[in-house]
């Protein structure tokens, strides 16, 4: 488990932690993300040598995303004094990923949305150009977290927006701080067909985020792939449940081909 993993401490270290910070709640902003298909793509990577290959390279693009985000406020540093002051809020976001999930946490203030959206928003965009889908939920609430633990309404309350209510591959948002985010410089959202409002993970700021991955890492982030998986996806899948949430996805997508300088997908 990346981020720290029981198996790292003795259990009584552990526990002793945890008394220490007895009731040590605080309100933090929460993003939980599950990476479609992964568990089919795992059970057949063993027999699989392509698929074993497009998990490590999925990884390996996702285990770059923090650095990523982080090169990007280092470019504002240099010359932007509030930037400066914010970088200090930034360094307190933690993702931590398990298996075909990621979770993210960051301080209740504009600064932590800001940054919970980004790196959302980049790990969406990362697993699409891999040829993974991800749905989530984004949320604010009571979270205990040490560098082995992690529990509270807000990860429980997170994870059922994205179990229960998400159903397309889209990051959902509590209703509860849709005004908050409105507010918000920097964090996207959209409105859906059923009322509800979703992070805009393709709109045209992300594209900075994406410079600076293939500057600093020489990997592209090519949503290229991404397209042509869905459109292979939405061709062979007869499931009408699945091909729904293809369908959704393809569409969105297409509404935002012209921020990335790609051809929508055809006969959809």
């Known amino acids: 488990m990346q981020g720290g993993g029981f198996a790292e401490q003795p259990a009584e270290n552990i526990c002793e932690g945890i008394m220490e910070n007895e009731h040590n709640y605080k309100e933090?902003?929460?993003?939980f993300i599950d990476i479609l298909g992964f568990k089919e793509a795992v059970y057949e990577s063993p027999e699989n040598a392509a698929k074993f290959h497009e998990i490590a390279i999925a990884l390996e693009h996702l285990s770059k995303v923090k650095h990523i985000i982080h090169t990007t406020i280092e470019d504002l540093k240099k010359s932007d004094e509030i930037a400066n002051q914010a970088w200090a809020m930034w360094q307190d976001v933690k993702v931590t990923t398990f298996s075909d999930n990621i979770f993210i946490s960051a301080e209740n203030n504009n600064v932590g949305l800001m940054a919970l959206g980004a790196y959302s928003c980049l790990i969406y965009n990362t697993l699409f150009a891999n040829g993974f889908f991800a749905r989530g939920g984004i949320t604010k609430g009571e979270l205990f977290e040490s560098d082995d633990v992690v529990f509270g309404k807000a990860l429980i309350d997170a994870y059922e927006l994205e179990s229960k209510t998400s159903i397309f591959p889209r990051i959902l948002i509590a209703n509860s701080i849709i005004d908050e985010i409105k507010k918000t410089?920097?964090?996207?959202?959209?409105?859906?067909?059923?009322?509800?409002?979703?992070?805009?993970?393709?709109y045209p700021g992300i594209n900075k985020l994406k410079e600076n991955w293939q500057k600093s890492t020489g990997l592209k982030l090519d949503l290229q792939k991404g397209k042509l998986k869905l459109s292979e996806e939405l061709q062979k899948t007869k499931n009408q449940s699945v091909r729904s949430k293809l369908f959704w996805l393809a569409k969105y997508f297409n509404a935002k081909t012209e921020n990335h300088k790609i051809t929508p997908i055809e006969n959809i």
């Open 28 to 31: 933090r902003y929460v993003a």
């Open 185 to 202: 410089t920097g964090f996207h959202i959209e409105q859906d067909f059923d009322g509800s409002y979703f992070l805009d993970v393709f």
